[in-house]
């Protein structure tokens, strides 16, 4: 991946929906060689897919938590099962392998402290194994952004 690559995914990721003809544009290519290496990053993983971002609270779910969680067991099995069951459980739009007294940082979005409470007992104590649950509810948010920075002033 060199730099032209990289300003081609900051692009998409300032404004996902441009034309080829924009993107070349902004990324001073023609649109044949813009478009060939947006199907080559595509095709290599680079770019994983393309999604919409919503507003969260107009969608219904206006409480964002910061979940840590400690297993009791490192076992295989027992991380399996643990990371198997996040993969599946909906209100976790985030979760992260960690290192300090944390094993895991999860970001949950849910309706109301109610509805928190519910996906506590429902989704992660049924897991097992979980040696503690440390909860942390954002009540705002400075910067929120899915654009990468530059590797270097070049770019």
Do not use: W
């Not at 999604?51 to 969260?56: C, G, T």
């Not at 490192?74 to 739009?93: G, P, S």
Request: glycine share 4%; with cysteine.
């Amino acid at each position: 991946m060199d730099s032209k690559d990289r300003q081609i995914i900051r692009a998409l990721q300032m404004n996902g929906r441009m034309t080829n003809h924009d993107l070349a544009e902004a990324v001073s290519l023609s649109p044949s060689p813009c478009l060939r290496r947006l199907r080559a990053l595509e095709k290599s993983g680079v770019i994983l897919g393309y999604n919409v971002q919503v507003d969260a609270k107009a969608y219904g779910l206006p409480v964002t938590v910061f979940v840590r969680v400690r297993l009791e067991k490192h076992t295989q099995d027992v991380i399996k099962r643990f990371e198997d069951h996040i993969r599946k459980t909906e209100h976790v739009l985030e979760c992260h392998v960690m290192t300090g007294l944390s094993d895991y940082l999860l970001k949950v979005v849910v309706e109301d402290l109610a509805s928190y409470e519910t996906f506590v007992r429902q989704h992660l104590h049924p897991i097992g194994s979980i040696a503690s649950i440390d909860t942390s509810f954002a009540y705002g948010v400075i910067k929120k952004t899915a654009v990468f920075p530059p590797l270097n002033a070049a770019e």
